[in-house]
């Protein structure tokens, strides 16, 4: 088992408060990923649960138990650390056996956990190098069969994947996710990178400043952000931001006026009260059209990306100077310096507030497997 629950859980240094009272219940066997800019607060809130930090108040309980006052050791779990960390004198099989040894198990026991950690991580080969022998990737593997052998109720990994290069992340990836799916093990991921939480997770938590902004699938966190942060943080290129003005609303719709004049009718759960207020429409770079659409803005690209099967348009809106950028075809007759004819659909649109709170859309069940988007609760 492996069930992780943290109630009100704050950190103070000094003066200083760093995680603003986190409340969170992860279930045995999930995939859960902190992630959010640098100095959010997600390393220090994995510290915490790995009882590398002192809680200053508030739970951390594991399997019913509260582990507050436990020493890392106790807590049943382990730590797979942005450094490898491992022994460069010691073989593959004597870094992965290490904390065994630490824990006097019997010699036929240590063979039996490294021979198993190896066979996933596939290491067999491996056993008898050093790791100055072996490539980054497989010195994480190292690194992660070291916590394996454990047999932890909870994995923790802070940024394990930084140090390599863009090829190996990617690969890394997908072995982290194959390796959750054999063991059916706990996990809590930290990154600041939203590619890793979109394609590994099962829930994100996002934190800003110390606050958790939303929990959710990456679907999610995709199709209903929640606020502006959110909707900014997610999504790669990020998603654009637009000043408009609701011209009227029901509880069907509201219809904004763009910064060119245009009207563009979006779906969301709206009200009366929204008409007169000024509000922020987001739109995704990949949503955005050449052909036909609802409303066209005009905007003035300063740089163009050609990666083959997408062009990516840095641009400027024309008529308000406001920074956009389009994902569109590879073949896209985008020229730096030339205008383009951008198009937008409503039903692609976000609404947010005047607090930058979402204005909850409407989105078709057709359009996203109910299975995938599942809303977390609290």
Do not use: W
Not at 19 to 47: N, W
Not at 86 to 92: R, T
Not at 118 to 142: C, F, N
Not at 158 to 182: F, I, Q, T, W, Y
């Amino acid at each position: 088992m492996g069930q992780l629950q943290l109630e009100n859980v704050r950190k103070s240094f000094g003066n200083a408060e760093v995680i603003k009272g986190v409340s969170l219940d992860i279930a045995d066997g999930e995939f859960v990923v902190f992630v959010g800019p640098s100095g959010c607060g997600k390393s220090t809130l994995l510290r915490m649960i790995a009882g590398l930090e002192e809680i200053t108040d508030g739970t951390v309980s594991i399997d019913g138990t509260v582990v507050n006052t436990l020493a890392p050791v106790k807590r049943g779990i382990a730590m797979v650390f942005q450094s490898y960390a491992l022994y460069p004198h010691m073989s593959v099989y004597e870094n992965i056996a290490f904390p065994l040894r630490v824990d006097k198990m019997s010699k036929d026991e240590v063979e039996t956990r490294v021979r198993r950690a190896s066979g996933i991580l596939q290491l067999d080969e491996r056993l008898q190098h050093k790791p100055g022998q072996l490539s980054g990737g497989q010195r994480q593997r190292v690194a992660i069969g070291r916590a394996i052998v454990r047999e932890p109720k909870v994995f923790l990994f802070d940024e394990p994947l930084s140090n390599l290069d863009a090829a190996l992340r990617a690969e890394m990836r997908v072995e982290l996710s194959k390796l959750h799916g054999d063991l059916g093990a706990t996990m809590i991921y930290v990154t600041h990178d939203q590619v890793e939480a979109m394609t590994m997770a099962d829930r994100i938590v996002v934190l800003d400043g110390g606050i958790v902004s939303q929990v959710g699938t990456p679907l999610e966190l995709y199709h209903k952000p929640r606020n502006l942060f959110v909707a900014g943080f997610i999504g790669n290129p990020k998603m654009n931001f637009l000043p408009v003005t609701c011209s009227r609303a029901d509880e069907d719709s509201a219809t904004v006026t763009l910064p060119n004049g245009a009207e563009l009718t979006v779906p969301v759960h709206g009200h009366s009260g929204l008409a007169g207020q000024s509000m922020t429409l987001g739109i995704r770079p990949e949503h955005l059209k050449l052909g036909e659409a609802d409303a066209r803005l005009t905007v003035d690209p300063s740089v163009i990306e050609r990666l083959g099967i997408h062009t990516v348009a840095y641009a400027r809106v024309a008529q308000s100077d406001t920074p956009f950028c389009a994902l569109l075809d590879g073949s896209a007759p985008a020229r730096p310096g030339t205008d383009l004819d951008i198009g937008i659909n409503g039903a692609d649109c976000h609404l947010f507030d005047t607090d930058g709170q979402a204005v909850e859309r409407r989105v078709a069940l057709t359009e996203i497997d109910p299975d995938l988007l599942v809303a977390a609760e609290g």
